[in-house]
């Protein structure tokens, strides 16, 4: 991706520079790290393919005529992307504090 994350060493001051992504970096990220295969993704909605569900997407931005902004394949996509980020970041510093020294 195009964008830079910076997080200082003081936990009270974590600055995070959000970024204009594409479909094309989301992409890239779940080729190289694939979601899990079944996701229990908001309260109303189980993915029981994330594989489809990502190819559906993609098709579905590529296939929309207009601002890709307001393609409804692109916000389901961008914010299952946001989603697993956050429940990857929220796993690491939980798995830290498990380790004993």
């Known amino acids: 991706m195009r964008c ?3 997080v200082s060493l003081d936990f009270s ?5 959000f970024c204009r ?6 992409k890239r990220h ?3 790290v694939p979601p899990p295969e079944e996701l ?3 309260p109303w909605a189980k993915i029981t393919d994330t594989q489809l569900f990502l190819r559906s997407c993609y ?3 590529q296939n929309f005529n207009g601002p890709v902004e307001r393609c409804p394949a692109w916000w389901h ?7 697993l980020k956050r429940g990857a970041a929220q796993e690491t510093p939980a798995a ?3 380790v004993e020294v």
């Open 4 to 6: 830079k994350t910076t």
């Open 13 to 17: 001051k974590v600055l995070i520079y």
């Open 21 to 26: 992504m594409n479909y094309e970096d989301i």
């Open 30 to 32: 779940f080729e190289t």
């Open 40 to 42: 229990d993704w908001k």
């Open 59 to 61: 098709i579905g931005i």
């Open 77 to 83: 996509l961008k914010d299952f992307y946001l989603q």
């Open 96 to 98: 830290e504090q498990n």
